[in-house]
């Protein structure tokens, strides 16, 4: 039965028929449902075990927020639970989950091409007037995808473009420096959102070895014009020791890109791939067109600039693209932050207006928990990734949150987003025995000084508990085995 919030939520979503005949139901459970939790936030002590290993990471009680509490049941363990934190990535868990409510698990976006509505294609294949590109923010439009967007307009006889009109209103000015939280500016992680991504905006990196010639040969993946790689990974005859380790710097002059490597790999390690950012999102956009295009047997006479999409436009060609439930397993299972920031603005355009801007786009998110009964006092977002060092939630009110998701009819899409520990995602390495393996569903959160761990761990005795831990110190890295002593504590019981 869906739960209170299914009745509150988005506008969008309020329409879904499908779930109306239960809501009235649902809202007098509603607060009866929401309410147990929230009672039972007393402090509680931490069991011996996961004590000790508290004592072991020798941080200050001060540095940790716990909420340990049985799905309809007790509250096992509480410490600090209503002092904001900086949750890492475990704040995806939020964006995700508000984006899955407010937006409904088949939701997608469209990347549409339109023309005026009196344009016509010649013999030659010439389209008169602009192709309008209308960007949907799409989280993960790839290259192929791209490719079969524009073989679209190829099967609908256009061959011969004037300009192309990019149309990325739907969101504000989003766009960042890649550099600005970390200096690790060409690192896939520290991509900036853009309505019309593509790629995730970053470059492939291929390493072919050459034993005859002890070399390693470097391919830039897609082969996009004006980007080069300069410098050189040395061959090594050592047995391969682990992922290679190569670095790299880009340097732009002008319109060209050069990509500096420099390290040593084993021959014996064989290809390899690195994923860089070489260039701001809309010229990596601008350069995949014009290589995909011209490879289709386009022209292109004026190419691309900004503006609007007319009003009476006709459509021509469009890409929609996988559903929101997909999406948001590759957001969270693999820790992808700039399609959590799309996440989160796609969320705050569909319930504010375009031009969404990270700020209103949190205040949405925000909404559409607090509607939910989610207490979410002190909580901060400003991107909705976890990269960031001003975001912050509450232990409790994220455990808050985990029960909502679990009383929704939406619970199966939410919890098949997180990791399964020892098995896939960020807790592939993690967790692995046999007590352990497959007993957990979580989001991990790492930061230069915070660690995280959230989610639902099954215990021995077929009960089910929700885990909320984060920790904010300088050497809050030090504190993994103690993280995973909480799993292990509760897939026993």
């Known amino acids: 039965m869906p739960t209170k919030f299914h009745c509150l939520a988005s506008a969008a979503w309020r329409r879904a028929r ?93 990347t549409a091409f339109y023309t005026r509505p009196d344009a016509r294609v010649d013999a030659e294949g010439t389209l008169s007037g602009p192709l309008y590109l209308k960007a949907g923010g799409d989280p993960l439009l790839t290259m192929h995808e791209l490719w079969s967007l524009l073989r679209e307009l190829r099967l609908r006889g256009v061959k011969n473009l004037g300009e192309v009109v990019v149309d990325r209103s739907r969101f504000g000015d989003v766009s960042l420096d890649p550099g600005a939280f970390d200096g690790a500016a060409d690192r896939p992680y520290n991509a900036s959102p853009d309505a019309m991504m593509v790629g995730l905006g970053t470059v492939r990196l291929i390493f072919m070895p050459d034993p005859a010639a002890r070399q390693w040969v470097p391919i830039v993946d897609p082969p996009l014009q004006g980007i080069r790689v300069q410098g050189g990974v040395e061959w090594s005859n050592a047995r391969c020791p682990g992922p290679p380790n190569v670095s790299t710097q880009v340097r732009h002059t002008g319109r060209d890109v050069v990509i500096e490597v420099a390290g040593t790999v084993a021959g014996s390690c064989g290809e390899f791939s690195l994923y860089r950012l070489a260039q701001p999102q809309p010229r990596h956009f601008e350069a995949m067109f014009r290589m995909l295009w011209k490879e289709l047997g386009g022209t292109l006479a004026r190419g691309l600039r900004e503006g609007g999409v007319p009003a009476d436009a006709r459509l021509l060609a469009w890409h929609d693209s996988e559903s929101l439930a997909d999406t948001i397993r590759l957001i969270n299972k693999q820790s992808n932050n700039v399609m959590a920031r799309m996440l989160l603005l796609t969320l705050g355009a569909e319930q504010r207006a375009a031009g969404v801007t990270p700020s209103s786009a949190s205040s949405a998110a925000l909404d559409v928990l607090r509607e939910q009964g989610v207490d979410v006092r002190g909580w901060a977002l400003e991107n909705g990734s976890g990269l960031s060092r001003q975001e912050r939630l509450t232990a409790a009110g994220l455990a808050g949150m985990l029960d909502v998701a679990w009383q929704s009819p939406l619970m199966p899409e939410f919890i098949s987003s997180l990791a399964i520990s020892g098995v896939d995602g960020t807790m592939r390495r993690r967790l692995r025995s046999d007590g352990t393996r497959g007993m957990a569903h979580l989001k991990t959160g790492t930061l230069r000084d915070s660690r995280a761990l959230a989610g639902y761990v099954l215990g021995a005795s077929g009960r089910r508990y929700v885990l909320v831990v984060m920790i904010n110190d300088d050497r809050a890295a030090t504190t993994g085995r103690f993280l995973d002593t909480v799993v292990e504590w509760l897939a026993k019981r």
Do not use: F, I
């Open 18 to 110: 499908r779930w109306a005949p239960a809501c009235a139901a649902a809202l007098a459970l509603g607060a009866a449902q929401l309410a147990a939790p929230a009672a039972a936030q007393s402090p509680q002590p931490l069991p011996p075990e996961v004590h000790k290993a508290w004592r072991d990471t020798r941080l200050p009680d001060s540095a940790l927020s716990l909420s340990v509490h049985e799905l309809g049941g007790p509250q096992l363990a509480a410490v600090n639970a209503s002092v904001p934190r900086n949750p890492a990535s475990v704040m995806k868990m939020v964006t995700t989950w508000a984006a899955l409510s407010g937006l409904g698990p088949d939701y997608s976006w469209r």
